[in-house]
């Protein structure tokens, strides 16, 4: 049995990393959580080529996105996400009320300056899955009180 | 509601795909920031090196790395206690340990006459499931993340030893074996006053 501690040890490491790694002054932390942005979309992009391998083809956007609400997900972080709404023209917002990767963090106000750095990788993942699935799209997160988050989709028209 | 049924996946499964993938990019980055493959493996290694000080330990900071913290979940879940002595350690890691967290169970053996040095061969390895090493990476170590998880696990249990990849099927050998080598018990040093 494969465990997720492995991979959240991994994740923390990674940030780790990245963050340290980043040239010092020249806005650091904007361009290390679009280094960790871009390796979540890589990641996304092949974990989704396996999940979907047996699926049958969807209807429309709203089915891609029910897709990644229930079944990425699931596989990823355990649980579905809790809410999932939309505008109708485009926008999608992803309620997690308890995100798996900063339930260990805290529980209230305490650390929200690291959030970002925590989410960045998701926001990719998210990104990675819908660009495979024909979606080209814009992730953004938010937290204001951890360990519940909020993803926002744009969707890209061509 | 009929297409729900056949979208049942693995999570098990896809979960250690994901941790592979995530492997991959992390070796990937790591490939792009460092010009030489041994550096690349240097920091694979040190990831998760313990940054060890007996004597600040309480005050350690929140940056613990994987070893580190994986030693204190693998001791918290699978109830297994000291170990006598480095045969039985052996058994703990290659039967419960890579079981639990790889979903693999590597075989021990190639025991020195002394007992203080042994092989874990892999079958598979799962942080390279879909890797292939291109030519320009010949000296690239692409799990020595798994060596330095050993090493720095051990290290929080008081034991010395040093870990490296003897053979990789990554680079052409016929399986995966990894070297372990007792070094010494770490002394604990209690901190000055606190008898």
Known sequence: MA?????????????????????????????????????????????????????????????????????????????QIDNLRTN???????????????????????????????LAFTCGLVRGALSNMGVKSIVTAEVSVMPACKFQVMIQKL | ????????????????????????????????????????????????????????????PRGYNIGVRLIEDFLARSSVGRCQDFRETADVIAKVAFKMYLGV??????????????????????????????????TLVYSNLLCGALRGALEMVQMAVDVKFAQDTLRGDGVTEIRMKFIKRIEENLPAGDE
Request: glycine share 4%; hydrophobic share 35%.
């Open chain 1, 88 to 118: 109708h023209q485009g926008i999608y917002v992803l309620q997690d009320n308890k995100f798996l990767l900063l339930s260990h963090m805290s529980a209230g106000k305490q650390y929200l300056e690291h959030a970002p750095k925590y």
């Open chain 2, 1 to 60: 509601m009929s297409r729900q049924s056949n979208r049942t996946t693995d999570s098990k499964k896809m979960n250690s795909e994901l941790f592979t993938l995530t492997y991959g990019a992390l070796v990937t980055q790591l490939c792009k920031d460092y010009e030489n493959d041994e550096e690349v493996n240097k920091q694979l290694d040190k990831m998760v090196m313990v940054r060890l000080c007996f004597h600040s330990f309480p005050l350690l």
């Open chain 2, 105 to 138: 169970t590597p075989s021990v053996t190639n025991w020195s006459p002394a007992g203080d040095e042994f092989s874990l061969i892999l079958e598979s390895n799962p942080l390279a499931d879909f890797v292939e090493l291109p030519d320009n990476h010949s």
């Open chain 1, 3 to 79: 465990h997720e501690a492995p991979f959240q040890l991994l994740h923390s490491e990674l940030i780790h990393y990245i963050c340290k790694t980043a040239d010092g002054a020249d806005s650091e932390n904007g361009r290390s959580v679009t280094k960790l942005e871009n390796m979540g979309f890589r990641v996304g992009q092949g974990l989704i080529e396996r999940l979907t391998k047996d699926t049958a083809r969807f209807k429309d956007e709203l089915d891609v996105m029910k897709f990644i609400c229930k079944d990425f997900w699931t596989c990823v972080f355990k649980k």
